[in-house]
């Protein structure tokens, strides 16, 4: 079986983590959603990440005590066959839905702010191919691509936000609760979704990430780095513009600079800012795009992962062009329903195969204490 | 073989480091397809809602020298923007482009009637000019404000803007709103935009455009006895633009309310905790003394909403003597001056607070600070900062340190 998986150290798969936990967070949200009664979003999406984070110890920890070295594995041995390869099929589906959603985001912010002029099939071309290239090198390349990465994109976006912060005025941010407390926990946990696949699809690749050990502390390493930089991202949003404004704008980390009073030319850097937003998404959804492949030759004994890779990247390509068109709009009910229900979709199942694997774990090695007696 | 490899792969890697040299060629589009608009007029139309005026941006004629560069102006009647644009497209040899708008003039008369139905933020996005596009609100017709920049002098344009961005620092006598700033002061109600007051001295310079003025006012002009309006800010000159920026136009909402003078503006803008520097002169028994001063910290708002909404403000100032015309300010600034000048700038700026509340506008800003005392939305918004604002009483104290005691 020809996987691709690869191999690669704590540094890439933290940074790979890292990057599509905080893509997840900051560019799948929908603003009329989640602003809609205030923004309390600074609160609730870091906390969404360290859902995600929690999700990730508890079902990796499952897996340790299982003895199971992948995920699947993981829902096969709680779960049965049935349940596992049907839980599993529906977290291949959510990998999808999150590349299409990613990538279709990037794909509308280069039509209407960049290529005003391009064809739109062209500029989804431009972005679609990218992602499928690197699907079909593999994991360890994208892990690598991952590293390479990881930190410019954080230093320049942490650039960006300095050169913002004369116009960030705490006021903005008021009332910092938004719609109230159980709103805020509510976005909280429909926000999961967004970094929720980030967290899993690693558990679906232990082995290449050198084993569960090393992916406890990348895991770990990745998730953290992620929650600080969504906090450091809403607050800075947050500081720029008012809730108001925010459940309008289909872009505001492009528009940060916009309320500068004295904006100088140098300031004008958001049209190359959306680029490296773009490297970011590239790397999360070749991801996402990878892991799919990955589980659908398992699951059905392929040979080889790069047929399913590309046509994954195929039909998610067609699909951003077909829904542009208005030929199809089943992604994009699909994608307003796993913005709601999404993160009960994926969370539930796996909560549910780790307790069921750990107790069935606990429970067969007393049961052979017994029998050795 | 691996020789050949390697050589496909180096071949593989130089075409495709060349492609992203090509990205352009992707839907090319020639240069001279577009025509740059820099700054959108808004006036009152005589058969349509609106006379749209678009001030285009010529190029040289040739790459290297700026002969034959400026701006020309084009006026289209339309009910809309859109309805204008239409207008003006056709009547161009080029695509009209607006991803270089840099400002929208709009005179009093729209900016008094309910213009932002028609300056939307989809308005905005659709025609992809920058959120941070200036504001200024003119005396007058918009048009006239372009044609006395003198548009054949191409540098104009570009000074006159970064100029008014000058005088907002270093003098304070205008205030600067872009289009961001403007949404969010009228969609979120904390506080009401201030704006760029834009005026045209009909009797500054000898200009073409100004050649077709009445009689009337060249007549007064030649003796000497030019209304307020017709200079700048009441005081003759020759020379120069006929457009000015002086002052500011404070906004209820959506809509103009009133105008402030420089003095008020600079009030204002230290009210607000903008970091401007101003020069304020201070007037005594024996002569002046100018004072420049400049914000030591923000000010420090303390609101009360309940029973009813009260705010008590400190602002802390810095800054020097610029003009001594009476020989001792240094010596009676510790014992006399200080106390006097931070009494009259208490006062100055309680009387700007009073004006602004006659206007029902809240400039200063309260509503930021107010805003600050709520945890949720919906209580914030069902206390109704807006209605409650005429009800606010504020009261002013100030304290100015010089940067270096006068007396050492």
């Not at chain 1, 650039?159 to 009332?175: D, K, Q, T, V």
């Not at chain 1, 890779?309 to 699909?319: E, M, P």
């Not at chain 2, 480091?17 to 740059?36: A, I, K, N, Q």
């Not at chain 2, 914000?295 to 800054?319: C, F």
Request: glycine share 8%.
């Amino acid at each position: 079986m020809n996987l691709m998986e690869g191999r690669f150290g704590k540094q890439e798969n933290a940074s790979l983590i890292g990057i599509a936990a905080v893509c997840g967070s900051i560019f799948t949200i929908e603003p009329q959603h989640m602003y809609e009664g205030g923004n309390s979003a600074f609160i609730s999406m870091p906390l969404s990440v360290t859902l995600g984070l929690l999700l990730f110890l508890l079902t990796l920890g499952a897996m340790r005590t299982a003895k199971k070295d992948s995920v699947l594995a993981l829902c096969d041995y709680s779960l049965g066959k049935g349940f596992g390869t049907l839980v599993t099929a529906i977290f291949a589906l959510t990998l999808v839905l999150s590349a299409f959603m990613l990538m279709e985001r990037f794909v509308n912010l280069l039509h209407t702010l960049i290529f005003v002029e391009s064809e739109y099939a062209n500029v989804a071309f431009y972005v679609a191919i990218v992602p499928a290239v690197a699907a079909l090198m593999g994991l360890e390349s994208i892990a690598r691509l991952a590293k390479c990465f990881g930190v410019f994109i954080a230093i320049i976006m942490l650039i960006g936000f300095a050169f913002a912060s004369s116009s960030f005025e705490a006021h903005r941010l008021y009332p910092l609760l938004g719609d109230g407390v159980m709103k805020t926990l509510e976005n909280s946990a429909r926000g999961a979704f967004a970094s929720l696949p980030a967290f899993i699809a690693p558990l679906c690749v232990v082995g290449a990430a050198q084993g569960s050990k090393s992916l406890h502390v990348s895991g770990c390493a990745g998730g953290i780095a992620a929650i600080v930089f969504v906090l450091v991202t809403q607050l800075a949003v947050g500081l720029v513009f008012t809730y108001g404004e925010l459940r309008e704008m289909y872009a505001p980390l492009f528009n940060l600079n916009t309320v500068l009073i004295s904006e100088d030319y140098y300031l004008r850097y958001d049209k190359a800012m959306v680029f490296v937003w773009l490297a970011a998404a590239i790397i999360t959804s070749a991801y996402y795009i990878y892991i799919t492949a990955n589980i659908v030759t398992k699951r059905l004994r392929l040979f080889d992962a790069r047929p399913c890779a590309a046509s994954v990247s195929a039909f998610i390509a067609c699909f951003i062009i077909a829904e542009h068109q208005n030929i199809y709009s089943i992604m994009q009910t699909a994608t307003e329903f796993v913005r709601d229900y999404g993160a009960l979709i994926l969370a539930a199942p796996l909560i549910i195969a780790a307790i069921i694997g750990i107790i069935k774990k606990k429970l067969s090695e007393r049961r052979q204490g017994f029998e050795n007696a | 073989m691996k020789t050949r490899k390697s050589w496909l792969a180096l071949a593989l890697a130089v075409v495709t480091l060349s492609l992203s040299l090509c990205t352009g060629c992707l839907d090319g589009t020639p240069l001279d397809r577009y025509s740059y608009v820099t700054s959108i007029g808004l006036d009152e139309g005589e058969t349509y809602k609106y006379n749209v005026t678009f001030q285009i941006q010529q190029e040289g004629l040739s790459e290297t020298s700026l002969e034959g560069a400026g701006e020309s102006l084009i006026s289209v009647e339309g009910d809309t923007i859109i309805d204008a644009l239409g207008i003006a497209n056709v009547s161009f040899p080029y695509q009209l482009d607006f991803s270089r708008t840099n400002s929208f003039v709009l005179s009093d008369k729209v900016a008094s009637a309910d213009f932002m139905g028609d300056i939307s933020d989809a308005l905005i996005a659709s025609l992809h000019i920058r959120r941070s596009a200036r504001l200024v609100v003119v005396m007058g017709k918009a048009r006239e404000y372009y044609e006395g920049l003198d548009l054949s002098v191409n540098p104009n344009i570009a000074k006159q803007q970064s100029n008014i961005i000058e005088n907002y620092y270093d003098e304070g006598m205008t205030s600067i709103s872009n289009l961001s700033l403007f949404f969010e002061g009228v969609k979120n109600g904390r506080f009401d935009p201030v704006v760029s007051l834009g005026r045209i001295d009909t009797t500054a310079a000898k200009l073409k455009q100004n050649e077709r003025t009445n009689s009337a006012s060249e007549e007064s002009a030649k003796d000497g006895r030019e209304s307020k309006d017709e200079t700048t800010a009441g005081i003759k000159r020759t020379g120069g633009t006929a457009t000015y920026v002086l002052g500011s136009a404070v906004f209820c909402g959506a809509r103009l309310a009133g105008t402030l003078n420089e003095f008020d503006t600079m009030m204002l803008n230290i009210m607000r905790g903008n970091d401007v520097t101003v020069r304020v002169p201070y007037p005594c028994e024996n002569g002046i003394v100018s004072f420049r001063l400049t914000r030591a910290e923000k000010p420090d708002v303390r609101m009360q909403l309940w029973p009813q909404p009260s705010a008590a403000v400190s602002i802390r100032l810095s800054g020097d003597i610029e003009l001594d015309t009476t020989g001792d300010a240094a010596q009676r600034w510790e014992d006399e001056l200080k106390g006097k000048l931070e009494e009259y700038l208490a006062l100055q700026m309680e009387s700007v607070f009073l004006k602004l509340k006659l206007l029902n506008s809240d400039a200063v800003g309260f509503g930021r600070y107010a805003a600050m005392q709520f945890l949720t939305v919906p209580e914030w918004e069902s206390y109704g900062w807006k209605e409650r604002y005429r009800e606010l009483e504020a009261d002013y104290s100030v304290r100015v340190e010089l940067f270096s005691n006068p007396n050492t």
